[in-house]
């Protein structure tokens, strides 16, 4: 399972669809070089998105993570 608090490359690792995910949802950051120590949520609130918002990116991206096991 992935959390916000994770660094966006820590999350690629683990579940590299994830950039898909994120790409469709406009934080383009995966492919930055601050990928590898900004927090999801830091990314989030960079690019203006709410606690909701960043909350939907979680949940899609551990629905799929689970359901590719």
């Known amino acids: 399972m992935i959390n916000k608090t994770m660094s966006i490359g ?3 690792q683990i579940f590299p669809d994830s950039v898909e995910i994120m790409m469709g949802r406009g934080l ?4 930055c070089h601050v ?4 927090s999801l949520e830091e990314g989030c609130r960079g690019h203006g ?7 939907s990116i979680v949940k899609e991206i551990n629905d799929k993570l689970e359901a590719s096991k």
Not at 28 to 31: D, E, K, L, N, T
């Open 10 to 12: 820590e999350i690629i």
């Open 49 to 55: 998105m709410s606690d909701e918002v960043i909350d």
């Open 35 to 38: 990928a590898s120590w900004e």
């Open 28 to 31: 383009h950051c995966v492919g």
